[in-house]
Structure formats: C-alpha cells, structure tokens
C-alpha cells in the first residue's frame, strides 16, 4: 500500500542520521521495523543499539545487531522512531504500539531524535489518534475520570499490558492546541506513567515518505 511505501521510504532516509561506530536507538512499531531491516544493512559500522521495546530489541537480534541495556550507556547519538502524528511543530502522538514508556525514555537521553513516518501522520492538530496514557493499574478509573474533565473519551486497552506491567487508556475526542500544556498536566496526575504526547521533547527531525515515491524532511 502507499502507506507502507512511504513508510519503507522514510526508514531508508533515516539511516544517513546512523553516525559510524555508534550505538543507535531504535523505536517501536512497522516503520521501524523498516528501518531496523535497513540497520541490519550496514550493521558492521555501528556498535549496537538500544532499544524501546522487547519486539524490537528481538528483531535487532535477529539481524545480529547487538542490544545494550540503556543503563549501561550514558548517551545515545541519534533515536529512530515512528509516530502515530505529528504535528507542524514535530511534536507527537506516539504509543499506538504500546511501547511509549520506554520510548520516551530513550527520546529523552537522544541527542538528536528523528521520527520517521508515512505522510498520513503529518496532522495540523494532534488528537484525532486516540492519545495512548500509561497508567498504573490500580489508578486506571480515576485518571479516566480526569480525562473525562478535560473533555477526553477514555477507553481500556483491555488486555493489554505494557513491558512495564501497566495498563493503558486510549483517549479518545481530543483536539490538543496546547501539547505542551496538555502533557505537562497529565504528567503531574498521580499514576500517570508515560503521556503519549511528545511535546516537551519534540523530534528534532521528521522524515515524511510520500504516496508518489518521495520523501519530505521537517527539522525542528
Ligand atoms: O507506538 C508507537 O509509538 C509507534 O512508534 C507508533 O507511534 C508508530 O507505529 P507505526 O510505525 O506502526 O505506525
């Protein structure tokens, strides 16, 4: 599909941000999942990665790509990651693979983070993705509630649990004018781990494939 050429396109794109000899940061989701076959390429020029996720961390392995534990580095270069928006500014809805915890946390240590995407993610105003919240378990139905203040239609990932062992609601019926507000006042709830929304740290590039077979550069 266009989506997923675009995708592919973007992923190849990225690999020229891979500085020789580093250890990369590599996200979560089907771009990266391109983009890690495209690492695995010119795997002898890199040390190894870390990673956001145990799906990518095993699919690094497959490919022979060694995975450190984040604690063992005290920088990270560059960080590969999709989105499931973005906006103008290269903020972020991020989190529809679940993995956004993580991801964050990595986000936060990259010197420099470039979001790669198929040009569909590209929005003018985050919040028709239903914006994915970490939470720990027992404070599920009070944060609801507090996304239901905020005008948001909360609903449980039923099922699911993150690698962290929490749960996630997806919020629905946001229309986000201010991200940086927004994810600073959800961060503050008691029991809110991880607010998808990449404000506060934005991506530094965004690398947009497009349904024609070209590719579109955003820098922040
Ligand atoms: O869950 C995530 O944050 C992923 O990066 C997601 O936002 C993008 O997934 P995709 O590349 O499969 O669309």
Do not use: W
């Not at 956001?52 to 392995?61: C, P, V």
């Not at 105003?125 to 909360?154: C, D, H, N, T, Y």
Request: charged share 25%; net charge negative; glycine share 10%.
């Amino acid at each position: 599909s266009n989506t997923e050429q675009g995708k592919k396109l973007a992923a190849q794109a990225a690999i020229e941000y891979v500085p020789a000899g580093s250890i990369v940061g590599v996200g979560t989701g089907s771009t990266v999942n391109y983009f890690i076959d495209e690492l695995a390429k010119i795997k002898n020029r890199i040390e190894g990665a870390v990673s956001s996720s145990e799906a990518s961390t095993q699919r690094l392995k497959d490919h022979g790509i060694e995975v450190f534990d984040l604690n063992s580095v005290d920088s990270v270069p560059v960080y590969i990651d999709g989105a499931d928006e973005s906006n103008e500014n290269l903020q972020l809805i991020k989190g529809g693979g679940g993995a956004l915890t993580r991801e964050k946390i990595i986000a936060q240590m990259a010197k420099k983070f470039v979001c790669i995407a198929d040009e569909t993610k590209l929005v003018d105003v985050l919040g028709a993705f239903p914006l994915p919240v970490e939470v720990i378990p027992m404070a599920r139905s009070m944060i609801a509630r507090e996304l239901v203040k905020r005008g948001g239609q909360p609903v449980y990932r039923d099922g699911f649990v993150t690698d962290n062992g929490n749960q996630i609601l997806d919020v629905h019926n946001l229309r986000i004018m201010e991200p940086a507000k927004l994810e600073t006042e959800l961060n503050d709830l008691p029991g809110v781990v991880t607010v998808g929304i990449f404000a506060l740290r934005p991506a530094d590039v965004l690398i947009l494939g497009t349904a024609d077979g070209d590719i579109r550069k955003i820098d922040g």
